[in-house]
């Protein structure tokens, strides 16, 4: 084999794959040698409870000390992990991955081939306190649901608040990382990819597609438009309604902005300098002027 020759010219017998997207090939390849994991066997548990009035698919895995409240639906080819906890009125679809350790509020709606990690609560009340005039506060009762749509990925420990009246909106196929913790009315477009430890405050509208950045910060009431890329670390503070921009920083801006004003305080070192030296200068033509 000659090692020197370039790939995919027939001078040897080395084979190669020629593709327009390499990653996504890499992850076709890689799903061919991928075991899949057994989060739970066939059937349901003996140990598990499930509800008399729930209504179970076909083919379901049901783990041990599976717990599944009155008037559940949980749709064909589901799996719930070990400990998982569904109370009353839940809504599974068909093709479901719930791993162990999942906590899944009343009134829940789960569409298809939603795939949830361990530790994730999914409609604990959201954060919502009157103040009084003695400096305590009043709990507001939550009284929405959560909706997640179809192909939606949420990773571990990651917390969706259910709505105070309405709903809280995971869109289809949104993709939500671990730590994550989206608050009461939030609606996250689809396809939108959110990366750990990103906090949306309630009442975020975020758009399609979009990317949101590690450890970013939303405050409350603000829209975020379609394809919109949000910075690690991001500190949003106001709306971004045209679609397609880049915002980064605290406060968040314009990506181009942010990188100009990050120069610009790089500059103010040697401009301090060249000031002190023209104040020295000045200082010494004074002398001169005053003797």
Same mark, same amino acid.
């Given at each position: 084999?000659?090692?020197?020759?370039?790939?995919?010219?027939?001078?040897?017998?080395?084979?190669?794959?020629k593709?327009?997207?390499?990653?996504? %090939?890499?992850?076709?390849?890689?799903?061919?040698?991928?075991?899949?994991?057994?989060?739970? %066997?066939?059937?349901k548990?003996?140990?598990?409870?499930?509800?008399?009035?729930?209504?179970?698919?076909?083919?379901?895995?049901?783990?041990?000390?599976?717990?599944i409240?009155?008037?559940?639906?949980?749709g064909?080819?589901?799996?719930?992990?070990?400990?998982?906890?569904?109370?009353h009125?839940?809504t599974? *679809?068909?093709?479901?991955?719930?791993?162990?350790?999942?906590t899944?509020?009343?009134?829940?709606?789960?569409?298809?081939?939603?795939?949830?990690?361990?530790?994730?609560?999914?409609?604990?009340?959201?954060?919502?306190?009157?103040?009084?005039?003695?400096?305590?506060?009043?709990?507001?009762?939550?009284?929405g649901?959560?909706?997640?749509?179809?192909?939606?990925?949420?990773?571990?420990?990651?917390?969706?608040?259910?709505?105070?009246? +309405?709903?809280?909106?995971?869109?289809?196929? /949104?993709?939500?990382?671990?730590?994550?913790?989206?608050?009461?009315?939030?609606?996250?477009?689809?396809?939108?990819?959110?990366?750990?430890q990103?906090?949306?405050?309630?009442?975020?509208k975020? *758009?399609?597609q979009?990317?949101?950045?590690?450890?970013?910060g939303? %405050?409350?009431?603000?829209?975020?438009?379609?394809?919109?890329?949000?910075? %690690?670390?991001?500190?949003?503070?106001?709306?971004?309604?045209?679609?397609?921009?880049?915002?980064?920083?605290?406060?968040?801006?314009?990506?181009r902005?942010?990188?100009?004003?990050?120069?610009?305080?790089?500059?103010?070192?040697?401009?301090?300098?060249?000031?002190? /030296?023209?104040?020295?200068?000045?200082?010494?033509?004074?002398?001169?002027?005053? +003797?």
């Amino acid at each position: 084999m000659n090692l020197d020759a370039p790939v995919g010219d027939g001078s040897d017998d080395r084979s190669f794959l020629k593709v327009k997207d390499p990653y996504t %090939a890499f992850v076709f390849i890689l799903k061919q040698f991928a075991v899949s994991r057994q989060v739970a %066997a066939p059937g349901k548990a003996a140990t598990a409870l499930v509800a008399p009035s729930a209504r179970l698919g076909s083919n379901l895995s049901i783990g041990e000390h599976v717990v599944i409240g009155e008037r559940c639906v949980i749709g064909d080819d589901t799996v719930i992990g070990p400990n998982t906890v569904l109370m009353h009125d839940v809504t599974v *679809g068909s093709g479901c991955m719930l791993f162990p350790l999942v906590t899944i509020y009343d009134g829940t709606e789960i569409g298809d081939r939603v795939t949830v990690h361990s530790g994730t609560v999914i409609g604990a009340d959201g954060f919502g306190f009157a103040p009084q005039k003695d400096g305590s506060y009043i709990k507001i009762p939550q009284m929405g649901t959560v909706q997640i749509e179809d192909d939606v990925e949420i990773g571990a420990n990651t917390t969706i608040d259910r709505a105070t009246m +309405g709903k809280t909106l995971i869109g289809k196929g /949104a993709k939500i990382d671990n730590l994550v913790q989206i608050a009461h009315n939030c609606q996250i477009g689809g396809d939108t990819v959110i990366a750990s430890q990103a906090g949306i405050s309630g009442s975020v509208k975020i *758009g399609r597609q979009c990317l949101i950045g590690g450890q970013a910060g939303f %405050a409350g009431h603000l829209e975020i438009a379609d394809r919109t890329s949000v910075a %690690a670390k991001a500190g949003i503070s106001k709306s971004f309604t045209e679609p397609g921009q880049a915002i980064r920083g605290v406060p968040a801006q314009l990506m181009r902005d942010q990188f100009r004003q990050e120069a610009q305080v790089r500059g103010i070192g040697p401009m301090k300098a060249r000031l002190e /030296a023209l104040e020295t200068q000045l200082k010494a033509l004074q002398d001169r002027l005053d +003797g």
